[in-house]
C-alpha cells in the first residue's frame, strides 16, 4: 500500500524556519516526481514546490522563492521541504504528493496519485 508521511510541522515565529520531511513507502521511489502543496484556513490548495524524477529539476511557487528549498534522498525515500523567513502567509497545512506524470505538477492544481495526511504550519506574528 503506498503510504506518504509528513512531518516537521509546528508552530514557528516570523522570519524562524522549518523543514518539512516526506517518507514514502509501498511504490518506487525513483519513479515519482514530488511536490508540497499548502491550504490555507478558507482558500484552495496550492502548489508550492515540485521536483521532479529525472534530473530533479524543481519549480517554486514564486512567493517562497529565495526562502523555500525542496529536495529528495532516493536512497532513503525522502523528500524535504526546507523552509526559512516564515511569513504568516505561509501558515496552511502542508500535504506531501508523488505523481509519475511531471505535467499534472506543472498544471499546479492539486492533483496527484498519492497525498499525504498533510501537517500544520503555524507562523505567528
Known amino acids: 500500500e503506498a503510504q506518504l508521511v509528513e512531518s516537521g510541522g509546528g508552530l514557528v515565529q516570523v522570519g524562524g524556519s522549518l523543514r518539512l520531511s516526506c517518507a514514502a513507502s509501498?511504490?518506487?521511489?525513483?519513479?515519482?516526481?514530488f511536490a508540497w502543496f499548502r491550504q490555507a484556513p478558507g482558500r484552495e490548495r496550492e502548489g508550492v514546490s515540485f521536483i521532479s524524477n529525472s534530473d530533479d529539476s524543481t519549480f517554486l511557487k514564486y512567493s517562497v522563492k529565495g526562502r523555500f528549498t525542496i529536495s529528495r534522498d532516493n536512497s532513503l525515500n525522502t523528500m524535504t521541504l526546507q523552509m526559512t523567513d516564515l511569513k504568516p502567509e505561509d501558515t496552511a497545512v502542508y500535504y506531501c504528493?508523488?505523481?509519475?506524470?511531471?505535467?499534472?505538477?506543472?498544471?499546479?492544481?492539486?492533483?496527484?496519485?498519492?497525498w499525504g495526511q498533510g501537517t500544520q504550519v503555524t507562523v505567528s506574528s
Open positions: 509501498g511504490f518506487h521511489f525513483d519513479d515519482f516526481n
Open positions: 504528493a508523488a505523481d509519475p506524470r511531471l505535467w499534472v505538477f506543472e498544471t499546479r492544481k492539486p492533483i496527484s496519485e498519492y
